[in-house]
């Protein structure tokens, strides 16, 4: 009987659902899906830890150019581009400086296609075919190369979609029809061009799992502090797996056996308990002062959606009584305002790193709405990064160790919030993605451990017999 | 005033790289001109810069086969650029465009 066949320098194919979380893939009681299972049993599985922050700009980024968020001198979608209270770039294609692994299988001459993998737009010529994500403004950009890629698709697939449109509604059946018509666009034009073209790498990433998680935790887990029993999306999560695994399964066919298989995501998910308006901690302990008082925090109890607070405004800002502020997302940044750094900043530079310390040391003790500890983690960059490019934030900042989103608007009457700025928002990231890979090796089902996001990359190039370059930071996952 | 720069391919594919090129040159304001090919694996091409340009007189380019043909152009591309034939735009978004994105990615929730 033949031995397991290795398939190092054969076809790899990348599947990378954003956000996938491995409770529903791995268990205790994962979704029946048994596509993804077959590949794991067969191969090898574990869960993935992402980067810091665990978001999806950088992480894709750092898992297909093996390089941390410091070496690429990316913290998230918006990052600081000078020291100015307001100077913000958003973080496209073009802020990913580092080769990813579709430029360096380009440049040995094997083709590529690369599909919807965040931060590919503007789009950079590859030896082959890719269609950007969902960074390009609209279907009219040039998300596609080649150019004529863009009308070749939208003739075999109809009209590209690159997100969700309106994705704060309430309207919850027609947000997760939108889903499901985003993952199977995706799929539609994967199966197209895994047909159509000749390719030795071929990745696609998926973002209906984000989008489903972010629209709809709230409904489909019984712990989350929003959950109602028999609402009518309880098995939304369940349908949606359950669909795109049968997804998988016309992809997986399509490749074939010689293909070395990989199921990826960039971070996981958990239940959102609410907001923690950093913004609004930093003005009640005084390391931030505005310019006028009274606005919107003297408001009754509670904060309505027809009177949102608003959100910070560099204008609002007296900087000269100003030593830190702050901003929202997933994980909240906190900025120092350093006096020779800062156009008004007042932290003297021989005192900013025991000011950042002591900051950091209130920020982790901050407790949760009851008075117990919240567990938030704070990170200084130069403790986690191999290097620090760019302009990092001072302290990066997962309340309640991702349980809470960090919210930056002000004038609230309670640091807590359960009411997102923007709209519904039920789930948070969380550190652990998903790994599976079949390499035709007969692994049989193994589990791996501490796998991280920088392996990836280099585990590809090996799977294609190309030598990892030096200066990426993960080794081959084996 | 526009100088004459000329592009000399070689390797498989030559012609087809050639007319890819010469189409994506007029948005570099060159107008590239094909000369009759002295081989099936060897291609020419005349390229009247734009007239800002500072470039080297010529050039000579070997192409990669496994490489395709629009890849291999942008390659050539960036070669013309980095001997100054042409410049390279750069990739920004115009304000109606960040400001639209800025939106989406405040949708998501991803920024505030």
Redesign the interface.
């Known amino acids: 009987m033949a031995g397991p066949r290795a398939l190092r320098g054969q076809r790899v194919l990348v599947i990378g659902l954003d956000c996938a979380a491995p409770r529903f893939v791995f268990g205790p009681d994962p979704f029946r899906l048994p596509n993804i299972r077959r590949l794991a049993e067969r191969g090898c599985w574990g869960r993935l830890r992402s980067c810091d922050p665990p978001?999806?700009?950088p992480a894709w980024a750092c898992m297909m150019s093996g390089k941390d968020p410091g070496t690429l001198g990316c913290y998230?979608?918006?990052n600081r581009t000078d020291y100015s209270y307001a100077g913000m770039a958003?973080a496209?294609?073009?802020a990913i400086r580092e080769k990813r692994v579709w430029d360096i299988v380009?440049r040995?001459?094997?083709?590529v296609v690369v599909l919807g993998v965040p931060q590919t737009y503007?789009v950079a010529?590859?030896?082959?075919w890719l269609v950007a994500d969902?960074?390009a403004?609209?279907t009219h950009?040039e998300f596609t190369?080649?150019r004529g890629l863009r009308d070749e698709l939208q003739k075999a697939v109809g009209e590209y979609i690159l997100?969700v449109e309106?994705?704060?509604t309430d309207d919850k059946p027609a947000l997760l029809e939108r889903i499901y018509a985003l993952m199977h666009n995706r799929f539609d034009a994967a199966l197209y061009l895994m047909k159509s073209k000749p390719w030795d790498f071929f990745m696609m990433v998926e973002m209906g799992v984000d989008?489903l998680h972010?629209g709809f935790w709230k409904y489909c887990d019984p712990e989350h502090p929003k959950f109602e029993p028999n609402n009518p999306f309880v098995d939304a999560f369940r349908g949606y797996y359950e669909a795109l695994d049968v997804r998988i399964g016309e992809l997986l066919e399509l490749a074939g056996d010689e293909t070395a298989v990989l199921v990826v995501s960039d971070h996981g998910a958990k239940a959102m308990q609410g907001g923690l308006c950093l913004n609004q901690w930093l003005i009640n302990e005084g390391f931030l002062t505005l310019k006028e008082r009274g606005n919107c925090g003297n408001c009754g109890a509670g904060v309505s959606d027809a009177h949102l607070p608003p959100?910070l405004d560099a204008s609002q800002v007296d900087w000269s009584k100003t030593k830190a502020w702050g901003?929202?997302?997933?994980y909240g940044r906190v900025f120092i305002n350093v006096a020779g750094r800062e156009p008004e900043g007042i932290v003297r530079l021989a005192e900013y790193e025991s000011f950042r310390e002591e900051l950091a040391g209130r920020i982790r003790a901050i407790p949760g709405p009851m008075g117990y500890p919240l567990g938030n983690v704070v990170l200084k960059p130069q403790d986690v990064y191999r290097e620090v490019r760019g302009i990092p934030p001072d302290l990066m900042v997962y309340f309640g160790d991702l349980d809470w989103?960090a919210?930056?608007?002000i004038g609230h009457r309670s640091i807590f919030t359960y009411e997102?700025?923007?709209?519904p928002?039920d789930a948070n990231h969380d550190y652990d993605g998903i790994f599976i890979m079949d390499d035709g090796t007969g692994r049989r089902g193994r589990q791996l451990h501490k796998l991280r996001i920088v392996d990836v990359a280099p585990t590809l190039l090996a799977l294609m017999g190309i030598e990892p370059p030096s200066d990426m930071q993960g080794r081959p996952i084996c | 005033m526009r100088q004459t720069v000329c592009l000399q391919l070689k390797g498989a594919n030559a012609g087809e790289v050639a007319g890819i090129l010469a189409c994506r040159l007029v948005e570099f304001q060159c107008r590239a001109k094909l000369e009759r090919p002295s081989s099936a694996a060897e291609c020419n091409l005349r390229i009247a810069t734009a007239p800002a340009a500072q470039a080297a007189e010529n050039l000579a380019v070997e192409l990669d086969a496994h490489d395709t043909p629009d890849f291999a152009a942008e390659k050539v591309i960036d070669i013309l650029a980095e001997n100054g034939v042409i410049s390279l735009p750069a990739a920004d978004y115009t304000p109606e465009e960040e400001e639209k994105i800025r939106r989406r990615l405040q949708d998501l929730g991803y920024i505030e």
Not at chain 1, 108 to 111: L, R, S
Not at chain 1, 125 to 128: K, L, S
Not at chain 1, 327 to 330: E, I, K, V
């Open positions: 978001i999806t700009a998230g979608f918006r958003i496209n294609a073009a380009s040995v001459g094997k083709k503007p010529p590859v030896n082959g969902f960074l403004p609209d950009a190369y080649p997100d309106d994705f704060r989008r972010h959100a901003a929202g997302g997933y989103r919210v930056g608007s997102n700025d923007t709209g928002d």
